[in-house]
Structure formats: C-alpha cells, structure tokens
C-alpha cells in the first residue's frame, strides 16, 4: 500500500490478540480466494503476518510473486473494507505480480478512508481472469 517498497516490518509477538488480527486479515483472503476460484483461478495459499506499526504510513507490503503478506496492525485495527483493500492489494502484488497503478481502484498506491472494497474486488477479480488469460496456451 501507501509506500510498500520492500521493506522490513517487524512481526508482531505472537499471542491471542495477534491471532485476532491475523484472522481478521484472512477472512479477507479467503475472501479473495472465493472470488478468485469462481472465475476459475486457482489462489495459491497465501501467508499472512501480522507486523507492528510502521513510522512511514506503511499499511501493508507484499514480495513480488511469493505469496507472503505482512499487514500492520494498525491496519488489521483498522474498519474492514479497509483492511480488505490493503490485503487484496497486497495479493495482487505477491500473488498476480501487479505494479501500482493510480488508474486501477486495486493497485493505487495510495488509500483513503473511503475506500470502496467492492471496487477493489471487482479490479481484483478482472486482475485474475487476465492472469489465466496470459497463462492459456496459445
Ligand atoms: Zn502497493
């Protein structure tokens, strides 16, 4: 998301309340997973970790095309539609090897408040069926 050049978070310690937010985080990708298995797109698991805050605005950051996530805690916190953005956003970078794109509701760089999740979705499913578009023999 905001500013997520590689970059080191620091895991948060395990225990229950990062177990809360960590499934918090993945609801949104099994979500994700749905979405993408119905237009015939097979997610690979995706890793989630939940990190302490960053000092920059990091919301989240992604390996390009590993299918690990780190996620703030902040941003697990934070209201669901927002936490399902920056979570979809970040598969679309370690998953689908998306670059930011301000055009693209999914793949902005930035995040408001306001964010529209059902927007992103739908950027994240079109993102999928080019994917396995790309992936057809030709
Ligand atoms: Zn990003």
Redesign the pocket.
Known sequence: ??R?RTKLLRNRESGDETYMLRRAAMAWVYRAKRAADAVGFALPRVTVRVTENATDGTL?V?RMSKSIIWITEETARGVSNRLGHVVL??I??AVLGLS?NPACPL?R?EVGTDVDVEASLSAFIAACKKKIEENACN
Do not use: K, L, P, Y
């Open positions: 998301m905001r997520d989240g992604a956003h970040e679309g970078h930011h793949m760089a």
